[in-house]
């Protein structure tokens, strides 16, 4: 049985990616603020028992790596989802975003993640696949007048992370490192204007991070599985 570890899990595509795994017959790891208070996570458990195991934590805390490690025991992973991420100050102006708007955003999309996957390293068995929620607004060659600016700059800097730690693991990087761009997606944070439904964007991304297993790759990638530069 594949163990999955999702990372921001309450709701929109992280709850789909939860869903979406439990289905496929996986034990899962969710992992969110307060998962008592999400009614999807909730209807899950009821559903799925003990295949489902909902763990406490705010990722922007420093101490989100031991306390996740802590929950899960001896339990090794096959996938890590590093999937939480806000949107940032509604402005998306540097000139009148807060120093506390900016350091929050910057450290849910791209330091917190990075701190995570970091934490989480030594539990991944053998072709395990690690992957982060980016954004197509991080490619600066696809996106070079983000509408959103603030959120597209935190996204690239979670790309860049990701590529830096790459490099120092270099040959002794024995997993797949996936950065994700999951569609503009019906959720909280895509609005009911965007064209794909959750299920759509994870029903991609889910066979995208399987279609990793066992590479060394390290990629930005589409829900369709189309490359993306960085
Ligand atoms: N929707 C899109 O069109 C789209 C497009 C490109 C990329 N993305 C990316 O896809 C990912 C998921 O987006 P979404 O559309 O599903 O967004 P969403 O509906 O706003 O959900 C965001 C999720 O992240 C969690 N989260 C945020 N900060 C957290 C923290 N500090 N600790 C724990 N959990 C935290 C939220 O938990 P709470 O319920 O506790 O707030 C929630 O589960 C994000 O990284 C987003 O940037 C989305």
Redesign the pocket.
Known sequence: MLDVLIA???????LGLVRAWLHGGARVFAV???PAASAGLNELAGQFGARLQTIAC???DPQAGSLILAALGDARLDRVLL????YGPAAQDVATASEAEIGQLFV??AV?PLRLARALRPRLKPDAVLAA?S?VMASLQLSPGADMPLYAASKAALNSLLLSWAAQLGDARDFALLAL??G??Q????GAG?PLTVEESVTGLVAVVEAAAGTRDCRFVDHQGEALPW
């Open positions: 921001g899990a309450s709701r929109g595509i992280g969110a603020r307060d705010d990722l922007n999937n939480a991420g806000v849910s999309n917190a929620t954004s761009h999951p503009w997606v959720t909280d944070m895509g965007a």
